[in-house]
Structures are given as structure tokens and as C-alpha cells.
């Protein structure tokens, strides 16, 4: 594959650091009750101790392939991927951007509770367009929008696809990626809004879909909005893409945004026929997939200000209707802000990320436990007052390639 390598050979800093011994455990043997040691290392199979270390995270995965040559060898064996393919989702990791300028930064490891500096393969600035699934990242610029990458963070290992159809230099583009957790194979969505020369209320909005299988991509759907425009927040979910369009400046603030649901096998259309109220004064939506289902974390406007938020609630889209899943504790929610655009947030499994766009702290809600917490302190601090901050999260996987 292009640009493949080792993925050994790209042991992110500071993993390395810290390898503790392998554990020994003591038995008393029956002649004189000495105490004798064995090296549970020595009495292991290799099959067996492949499934073992399949179940570490990934950062103890890397440690544990510096252990000794015979751990070297199994963690890089095409076995010991085929056991890491068949264990549950790790849970997701937390890019977060450092720079205005440069795509450098810091991963949060959940598990282990720590950052990582890790460096991002095919990807030029911080501003460009990011989607992930399933151990994926998709990249797309922010300029032409026409130029993709698709790569594993943790392997390095990336393609670079061929050129979008459609219009170049689109006012607005959504980028969304799907990969099967089973075949592999993976669907990139990129939905693009663009005015119509002389009509304020009227936009044009495309669809095209790539298929890794044929690696051809595809026009799916070309339509005229009148009203409303695209914007850059869409997901796919269960053979269904999501994206969200914006009012135009008809209607009553309650319209401001509104979901759009289209079904990438039946293709349905047209699109205004399958819109979905958002709950409430939204002021901004953030789209993901956790576990199959569309869950959108949104700003909540004030009544009589509703470009003004007030706080941040989550919900879970239950057939065409939202079932909110948890708000932000008011304590968390002071250092976010007064305007009506103020975070980035990202998820999958069972993890919501939420970053301020004003500084490098992260909270983190367990969907399950609905637990708020923050995580540990990036190591990263403000260089300037206006320097912001942004990430993406996606699974560390090992086996997944482009």
C-alpha cells in the first residue's frame, strides 16, 4: 500500500520511556518449601501470550514490544493483528492542536490517562477539514477542498486519493467517513454548498460519495436549496449520512438550524422532505457516531439573546425524535464562553469529547456512567490571547489500513 511501513517504527514519543520489567510470580515448591521463581514469560505459548498482549492499549502495546525480542516479534507478527482485530473498540484517543500554524500537537490517551506527542502524517495545517472512524483519519484542505488523505495516526500508514467531482472553492463543505469494522473497506462522504450567483435565499448542494472498494468516486445528489445552505458538520450512521444545514434569514430563530437525513443506498431525495427539527435554541451543532447512533452535542441559545449560549446539552436521535442524554453541569461550562460558536467536540464509542476553542483544557462524558470529568492538563500552554484551540478524537487501532 502507498506509504506503507512498520508500525513498530513509529513508536510514539515518550512511550518508550518507563518499560517495567515483566511481572514474576512466586510458588512454594514441596521439597523444603523453597521459594522458587518463574517467569510467567517463559511458561507462556506464544499463542496465549498473543491474546494476552492483544488486549493492552495501544500505548502498552508499543512498551511492550521494547520488553525483549521475543515480545518484538510477536506484537509485529500478521497473528498478533488478526487476535487485535478481534478485541473491542479501544477507546478513543484525543488529537488536540497546539498550533494556529502547524498540525502538531497532543493525543490523550483515556485509559492511561496521558498525552502523547505524535506527529500527523499527510496533513498541512490545523484548518483542514477532519472525519475518522474506525481506526481512520480522513484529511481534506481547507482551500480548494479537493486534495484527501486518508491514514491511521498510530501506523502512519496513508493513501492519498484521487480529486472530488464536483464544484471547487465551495462556500461551504462537510466531511464525514465511515469504515466497517468487519471487511475494512470505508465510505467518505463530501457534501458541498456553494450560492447561487445573485440569490441570497438559494444554494446549490451536491453529494459525493467515494467507495475504497472500487476507489471511484460518485455524484450521488444535486439540488437547489432554497432558504437554506449547507455548513461543515455531517456524520454517517448506519448507512445513513446526517449533516445539518442553516437558515438563510427566513424564519423564526427556533429554524436556525435543521438535520438533514439521507440514506446512501436508497438515495432519497429531494433532501427537504427528510429534514429533522434540532431540539431548542441550538446556537451549534457538533455531529457523531457512538455505537451506531447519531448523537449531536449543542450549544443551548438564550431566549431572548439566541445567538447568546447559555449552556451545552447532549442528545441522542431516537427515529426522528432527540432524547437528551446529559447537560453540562454549570461548574464545567464557565470556562467555555458567551458566544454562540465556542467549542469543538468529537466522539465515538462511548466518549464525548469537548474542547474551548479558548484554551487547552478537555472535558470528557461517559455516555455510559453519565459521568463529566476533565482530563489530565495538556502539556500545553497559551502563547498569545487569541490563539485557539481545536482536535479530533479517533480509535488507535493497529490493523486497519487505507
Known sequence: MEGETSWNSHCIDDMSKDIGEFDSFSELSDEGNKETIVSVDSILPDDLLERILAYLPIASIFRAGSVCRRWHEIVNSKRFLWNFSHVLSQKPWYFMFTSSDEPV???????????????LPCIQTPNWFIASSCGLVCFMDNDSRSELHVCNPITKICKKLQEPPGMKFSDYSALSLSVSRTS??????????????????QWDLSIHIYDSETMMWATSLTEVLTGWRGGDESVICDGVLYFLIYSTGVGTPENRHSLVTYNLSSRSSPLIRSLIPVPGLLTCGRLMNLKGKLVMVGGIGKPDRPDIIKGIGIWVLNGRNWVEAGRMPHKFFQGFGELDDVFASSGTDNLIYIQSYGAPALLVFDMNHKLWKWSLKCPVSKKFPLQLFTGFCFEPRLEIAP
Open 105 to 119: 500537537g497532543y493525543a490523550y490517551d483515556p485509559i492511561l490517562r496521558k498525552w502523547y506527542s505524535i506527529e
Open 184 to 201: 475494512h473497506n470505508y465510505t467518505i462522504s463530501i457534501v458541498k454548498s456553494k450560492q447561487v450567483p445573485g440569490n441570497f435565499l
